[in-house]
């Protein structure tokens, strides 16, 4: 079955340093992979998602995402936090192989962004 | 274009009563899904919808929830008895066909006294 786990569940950064949000994930096949943000009393949006393309992901607002199968990670980053990436992050893996299947969250971790 | 459209956006029950959520995918998307996120967890799915037909409500709890999309477009979720343990934000999303990103509503937070 695949899952995943996010390694932390607070991150708290200083405005203009860098965000690292952890992602180990667990499948029996080649996964699709997803980071979702979710602001406050909002919907939750897409950030950027890997598919087996490049490993390398870059998504929206300057976050990235690289997938290393050997560590079986996915790690988010971004170079320079703002304050608007205050955020709740969730790592995301795709439940079935092939098309349309449930996606299975993990835990979130939220992002704190200290001025 | 338009998001994926949920009302209400907040409601207040108390336990053993009914409640009922609205959702509108975005035009075209052929499937729709029912997500409940518990506060401090992830969201994990209850139905799965392709047109009109169920793919997948092995998480649902039928005994007390039930959800229908009989046009293959907007649907309904219903809890009837509502317990304590159902609130949380009830979300709708939707994606295209054979299309694997989906699309989240702004949801729906239920609160059961």
């Known amino acids: 079955a695949q899952s995943v786990t996010q390694l932390d569940s607070h991150v708290s950064v200083s405005e203009g340093t860098p965000v690292l949000l952890r992602c180990n994930y667990s499948s029996s096949y080649s996964p699709s992979l997803f980071w979702y943000v979710q602001h406050p009393n909002k919907g939750l949006q897409l950030l950027l998602k890997?598919?087996?393309?490049?490993?390398l992901v870059k998504g929206i607002n300057g976050f990235e995402a690289e997938f290393k199968k050997s560590e079986t990670s996915f790690h988010l980053t971004k170079p320079s936090a703002h304050m608007s990436d205050a955020a709740e992050y969730f790592c995301v893996v795709l439940g079935n192989s092939g098309n349309t299947g449930k996606l299975i969250f993990g835990q979130g971790t939220t992002l704190q962004v200290k001025p | 274009e338009a998001g994926v459209a949920q009302s209400p956006r907040y409601k207040i029950i108390e336990k053993r009563q009914s409640v009922a959520f609205w959702c509108n995918p975005i035009?075209?998307?052929?499937?729709l899904y029912w997500y409940q996120q518990i506060l401090g967890q992830g969201p994990k799915l209850l139905i799965q919808?392709?047109?009109?037909?169920?793919?997948?409500d092995s998480q649902l709890p039928k005994d007390r929830f039930s959800a229908e999309r009989l046009k293959g477009v907007d649907s309904t979720l219903k809890i009837q008895p509502a317990k304590l343990e159902d609130s949380a934000v009830y979300l709708c999303?939707?994606?295209?066909?054979?299309?694997?990103?989906?699309?989240f509503g702004p949801g729906t937070r239920l609160l059961v006294l």
């Open positions: 890997y598919t087996s393309a490049a490993t």
């Open positions: 999303a939707s994606a295209g066909w054979r299309e694997e990103t989906q699309y």
């Open positions: 035009s075209g998307h052929a499937t």
């Open positions: 919808f392709q047109n009109n037909g169920v793919v997948d």
